[in-house]
Each structure stands twice: as C-alpha cells, then as structure tokens.
C-alpha cells in the first residue's frame, strides 16, 4: 500500500505535469512501491497563473489513479472571496474567469483532513479551534511557539503530538508552509530529523530533470511537512506507512 502525497500546487501547471510524469515512470514505482492513492494537501489555486489548466491536470489525475484532497487555505480563501497575499493581477484575473467553471466540482464537501493507516493528513495542523478562519485547520501553522497570528493558528510540535495522541494517531503529513521537515517524538524527546537527500539514479523520461530524495522510517511518531509542488524544482512524498520518503524533482 502506497501514497504519493503533494501539497501548495498553487496554480502551476507546468510542475503538476512534471510531477504527474515522475510518478508515471517504471524507475519510480522500482524503487519507491505501487501507488495506491495520491493525497493532496491542498492550495492548489491562488498565486499562480494557470489555474484552469492546473485544475484539469488534477482532473486527468483522478481519473488515473484514487485521488484524496484536503482544503489548504488558498483553496479556502478562494472560495470564499479572503484576500490573500501573493497572487499578482494576472493571477487574479485568470482565477476570476474560473468562478463558474465544473472544474471547481473537486472542492465540492472536501474536507479539512483525512486519516489512512494512523498517519493525518491535513493542510496546515491538528487543532480543533472553533470556526474562526484563521483557527480553521488549513490556516494552522507548525511554529517554534504557540498562539494566534494574521497569518493562522501557530502550534508546536508538542501539542501536535498532544492532539494526534488523543486521537490514537502516530504520524500527521502536511504543507501549508513550503519547507520540508521532519520531527519526531523519541524517547528523548522531540527531535527535528536531518533530512540527507540523494540521487535516483536511472532515467526519468525527462533528461533536463532528476529525483533526489530523503527516506525516514516510522517507527516513532512523527510529523512530516512536504514541500510544495511549484517552481521549477517541484517537492512531494511517498509513503508506504512504514518508511517516508521526501521527494524533489531537480533540474540539471
């Protein structure tokens, strides 16, 4: 069983479609398992500049492989008309023009989180604030400390820790912030992980383009923020719910 997981798209279709080729490829699945399911993270509009073309690269995804998705906060924002940093005048524009489109269906009843196999999946954090918008989980942010901010809910690693416990969860994934990280929870205490990523050797149906990757195993509990899935060098994950692998597409 195994899920490729991706995060803060962000209306960039030209790194979904690169995205969708890596994992489309024999060396992938080789050497990382069968893909099962992708889970997306959210904020896939806002920012951007093609978010028509992006929102049918994810449709043409659905239709391959059993698609998961979260709200992130642009999502939410967008439907909700929240002014949000970030988006230039042609972003705005383009996203303006989408606001009767059928492909806005995939965020018909998406939900705030999804569980599979212990591990949360959710676009910002754990917490169960209320309905304020910037307490809403996909406005959370995993900070150094705690408290309400312009920009979302900031939590700890602690009370993250604190909150899946109560829920009989071992590991969260999420995005929201556009760093990878890894903490996990040891007999020691609260841990960051060094991430050491290498080469995949072998092609990738792209010779401008490689994998590099990081691989944590799960046996502590851990929270695990993903990159984000735009620019030229686009991040994600693969999970088989025992080891996690931290995945960028780096061109050379």
Known sequence: MGAVIFSDVHADSAAVEAFASCIGTSLFRNEFGPIDSLVNLGD???RGDRP???LEKIH???SRYRL???MGNHDHAYLHGIVVSGSDSSSA?????????PLLSIFDGMPMEYVDDGMLFVHGGPLELGNQTLRLKCWQRLS?????FFTGYHYTAQMAFDALGARGLTHMCCGHQHQHICCQKTSEGIIQKNLEFRRLEGRQGNHDSCIEYAQISLNFPSLLRIG???GPEPEFA???FSTFSFIRIRTN
């Open 60 to 62: 043409t995804l659905s």
């Open 44 to 46: 896939l509009v806002h």
């Open 68 to 70: 998961v998705s979260v």
């Open 144 to 148: 150094h400390e705690a408290g309400d």
């Open 228 to 230: 984000g899935c735009h």
């Open 93 to 101: 524009y383009r996203h303006e023009q989408l606001r009767d489109s």
């Open 52 to 54: 028509k073309e992006t």
């Open 238 to 240: 693969y999970t088989d």
